[in-house]
């Protein structure tokens, strides 16, 4: 049986809460964004015209900013520094025509990118809006022999703000995209010869093994997980002890019904990591390594072994 209680989740101190300020479009009403990729690259990337959803889309158009807002969040998740946008009430910086003409350019692909990836009905259509097309395809051949396909018309596509990842080699882009069927993605791109391609592995959340085969075969060699990680407070089988392990609660979006706890030894490197990651109760988007006991009683209980990434982005990001 489980342990009673006997944790609880690490408080955030207030100057320990990264704060995000002037998120967000500027004042202008969304006609234009302007970001700055600090020591990486520089774009004024604009939609001409009016707010992105019409104002007969009302209710859409809320659904977005809610999306949006809670983006934020997303991006402390995925491990991705979101780039302080420019007070509206401040200046614009002097750019060149050359630049703007760039970011001009920039936008116009991300448009053509995520239209094509989510109007592709073949995998071969599709791998070709993705970043390292001859690596993933065969992860998305793979992924879709059980994951059906379903295209769908892309009715707006937003920049919602110019990220960059720690000791990443590429810049990166962040995009809100509304289907017609009322479906919001939120979908990571990323730049690379001035071209925008996205980063299929972490729009899905691949895994080679899924949660539950990971449950069904307990395999006691580290292997690999994309998860989503929270605070547990459960403590069973190998696990049972709350003085020598932290433990965690690690999901996947495709498998909703599906959970692994996963444990750290607590006071070593793994668990002051992770107990940072999610003060407050914050949840953290991850790559680890999860390995299960010996013989274990416990089905659905593992120890984490490494943490590869703070964030869900692929290969060579």
Request: net charge neutral; glycine share 6%; aromatic share 8%.
């Amino acid at each position: 049986m489980p342990k009673a209680p006997t944790d609880s989740p690490p408080k955030a101190e207030p100057e320990q809460e990264r704060q995000v300020r002037n998120y967000g479009p500027n004042q202008t009403g969304w006609k234009e964004w302007r970001a700055v990729d600090h020591g990486l690259a520089e774009h004024v990337v604009y939609e001409p015209g009016a707010n992105p959803v019409e104002s007969r889309d009302t209710w859409q158009f809320l659904t977005v900013i809610i999306v949006v807002l809670g983006s934020i969040a997303l991006l402390a998740l995925l491990g991705l520094h979101l780039v302080e946008a420019k007070n509206s009430a401040e200046p614009a910086p002097e750019l060149s025509r050359e630049k703007v003409l760039r970011g001009e350019a920039l936008v116009k692909r991300l448009h053509e990118r995520v239209r094509g990836y989510f109007g592709a009905t073949s995998v071969d259509a599709m791998v070709a809006h993705v970043a390292e097309p001859d690596r993933v395809r065969s992860l998305m051949l793979s992924y879709y022999r059980t994951h059906p396909i379903k295209p769908r018309r892309v009715r707006k596509v937003d920049l919602t703000a110019s990220v960059m990842r720690q000791n990443t080699k590429h810049p990166h882009m962040l995009a809100t995209v509304l289907s017609d069927d009322g479906r919001i993605a939120i979908v990571i791109l990323r730049e690379q010869d001035n071209d925008l391609r996205i980063d299929w592995e972490a729009l899905v959340g691949y895994n080679r093994v899924t949660l539950d085969e990971l449950i069904r075969y307990r395999p006691t060699d580290p292997i690999e997980v994309r998860v989503r990680l929270q605070f547990a407070n459960y403590y069973n089988y190998e696990f049972e002890d709350s003085k020598a392990w932290r433990s965690y609660k690690l999901t996947s979006p495709g498998e909703p019904d599906v959970v692994i706890y996963g444990y750290c030894p607590r006071g070593g490197a793994i668990c002051k990591r992770f107990d940072k990651l999610t003060l407050g109760g914050r949840s953290v988007f991850a790559r680890i390594k999860l390995q299960f006991p010996e013989a274990g009683n416990g089905s659905n209980v593992a120890e984490i072994t490494e943490i590869i990434a703070e964030n869900w982005l692929g290969g060579d990001a």
